[in-house]
């Protein structure tokens, strides 16, 4: 499957020089719409974030009447242009539009599309049950078999017989009826080459000329949250076979990893205080447990080091904190001023959103901030890791445009409010794959990245040679 979207966006960009695409920007009728920041009518605007991978996506808009109705949808554009091609991306169960009917700014709408009886969408769901046999439950980690569900994605690249000038707006009709199964609608694009448009991935060309990543042996444990030390020179990881979760360690002897040993001080000294979020020269922040609510308490715990050991040092609290899950993932800057946590609330933008908040003089930390709709989408963003630029961030998100399911995305922070960020840049087919790909941490000494990738129900530590040059701005 790398393989192929890899094809698409290089024809992608291509493209990109020989026709001018446009994606719906704003709305201007409907017929239905389910409302909610997840599967809304304002999920259809924009580019594509649930292609190429397509599947079911919290990013596409889902109609009311899905299993057997028909729908419309109209949608603007920025500028006028002339079009010849109309593309709808179904993400699910595609082959259901029926009419295409544009408006050249006389207020009227022309068909200038319908399917015939022996039209065809071209769809390509081979290898996405194969690819997402599996997911990582966000709750407690752990690995799930997903349910199986009817997908079928494809494009309907609409060609149209004559281009139409100084087109301004699109009226798509839909015929649900005409495909089994649940539907979702992605994206609307327009073009004025006959050229089929196709979906995206935002990476670089740097990313994939990366070697393979490849996977340590770690026997018959699965881990989960690597961790290294500033140093490079030992790795952390929670470990989950076992009804209680555990914290293991690696040390590199001669450039290579030793055999795993479980910690055997205060890092395992908690039934759920189990996964390691920092580990400096003399402090450390553990988290993984339920949070009590209404008391400011998140779940987290920093330890201080005695000598070769970890001791308990404090609860880190956030004023009013909230969560719609029982635990959360987080990234904290070197100087425990600023920390990032990937949670869900009633201000995200759709399911776990990336937060940040500043300590206070109390050693508390104040109300949690939406890191804002660039860097968060109606899908899931957790996983966060800050470089130590604290400008550069890692994480793990299944809301943009990618390889399989959860992706690792780089995005950089454009000012000091901790709420301007770059657009995500996916971390490319050289470190994502079809699976599960998440829990970045980037050893900057050694200038490797590690993550967690499912296989086949289990998960694995992958790790990469990645040059701190391709991945930070410094």
Known sequence: MKSKLLIISLI??????????????KLIKFSSDLGGKQNGIKRILGKPDAFPQAGPSANAWMPKKALDGSETVEVGFEKPQTVR????FENMNAGCVTRIAVDDGSGKYKTVWTRNINWKTDVYAATFQADRRYYYNRKRRRIQTAPDVDVNPGVENAILEQPVNNVVAVRIEFNFALVPGQKQVDAIGISDAGVPIVATINTTPAFENLHPAESLNLGTLLPANPLVTDEGNKMYFTEFTNAKEVIYSCVKENGKWSEPTMEMNALNDDDQLNYLYAARGDW???GGKSYNRGTGETGYMFYHRNGEAFEP????????YNNYDDTSEAS???DAKTIVMGIETDMTQGGADLYFSNRKEDGSYGFL???GKVINSAGEESMPRLLSDNKTMLFSSNGFSGYGDYDIYVSYRLDDSWKNWSEPVNLGSKINSGSFDGSPWYDEKNEELFFIRTVDGKTFIYHVRLPKSQLMKV
């Open 12 to 25: 992608l960009a291509w493209n990109a020089h020989a026709q001018q695409v446009q994606w719906a920007s």
């Open 369 to 371: 901030q939406n890191m």
């Open 313 to 320: 040092s404090g609860v880190l609290k956030v004023a009013a």
């Open 332 to 334: 904290i800057t070197a």
């Open 284 to 286: 450390a922040l553990k």
């Open 85 to 88: 091609q109309v593309a709808v």
